[in-house]
């Protein structure tokens, strides 16, 4: 993340070996020391600024326990601003999405699908193929760029199309087997392990997570990040499949990668330092 403060989770390597007592009625959190940690750093995006916020800022709001600076109603508005731009991500990536299928792929389609059957009508005869037509047939440059027309071209495209969902895909399953490995707890004292500025340590700790966190975190960033990147598959697929020209199918390619990138676009402009 932008500061050190909060930038990994910490999930066990191996089984604990002590397991705290509930943090007493000062306050105080307990700790809990795992004997190896791996450290997973969070991902400049939205859904990493919502991962942070959803954990740290609800722990602080939890406990009531002061442990950033910053008052409990800066906090409160914290995580309510970041969740309204992630929900703002998910509006702008589905309707660009819905836009793209609507007002983009569904023409293409119609067109191409239009453009082969007006080749086969006119330049077949009974079933074959016949030559002569097609060298006098008016459209032949538009069959011959249609995508689908360069195989090795056209998959080529699609297969690195596949690869960047593929890689969205991969790290969403990452972040779900890093969430699901943080052990369970009911005390939200239990969550964070602060750094110990004494030694030099800057890293906020995640340790341990309650249910309404972790509920959060899968229905709120987990699975709608999942969702999108299933959508822009499909759609991305279908589209860049019935582009009729070379050159838009290199363009395309590039649109649907814009839409991919508007959650570090929104985090970058409307992110707070903080995060």
């Not at 601003?81 to 509006?91: D, G, K, M, Q, T």
């Not at 440059?141 to 689908?148: R, T």
């Not at 990040?225 to 020209?245: M, N, R």
């Not at 070379?246 to 839409?259: R, S």
């Amino acid at each position: 993340m932008r500061t050190q403060r909060y930038d990994a989770l910490e999930t066990p390597d191996a089984d604990l070996e002590e397991v705290p007592k509930a943090a007493d009625a000062l306050g105080r959190r307990a700790s809990v020391v795992y004997p190896k940690f791996a450290a997973v750093p969070l991902d400049e995006d939205c859904y990493g600024a919502a991962m942070f916020s959803t954990i740290f800022d609800i722990f602080e709001i939890s406990t009531g326990v002061d442990h950033d600076g910053l008052s409990i109603k800066l906090n409160m508005f914290r995580v309510v601003f970041v969740n309204i731009i992630l929900i703002s991500n998910y509006v702008l990536q589905v309707a660009m999405l819905w836009f793209i299928w609507s007002y983009v792929t569904r023409p293409s389609v119609h067109k191409v699908q239009s453009l082969y059957k007006k080749f086969h009508e006119e330049v077949f005869v009974d079933g074959a193929f016949d030559s002569d037509r097609f060298d006098s047939w008016p459209d032949q440059d538009k069959i011959c760029e249609v995508a689908f027309s360069n195989f090795f071209f056209m998959y080529a495209i699609l297969c690195l199309w596949w690869c960047t969902i593929l890689k969205d895909v991969r790290v969403i399953e990452r972040l779900f087997r890093t969430v699901k490995a943080i052990p369970h707890t009911l005390n939200p004292f239990e969550m964070i392990q602060l750094p110990d500025e004494d030694q030099g340590e800057s890293m906020v700790k995640v340790q341990m997570l309650t249910p309404l966190v972790r509920g959060l975190v899968y229905g709120v960033i987990i699975l709608p990040k999942l969702g999108i990147s299933i959508l822009l598959l499909l759609i991305g697929t279908v589209w860049l499949s019935a582009t009729d020209s070379y050159a838009d199918l290199i363009l395309n390619a590039v649109a649907l990668e814009f839409v991919i990138n508007i959650d570090e676009l929104l985090f970058q402009a409307m992110m707070p330092s903080s995060i």
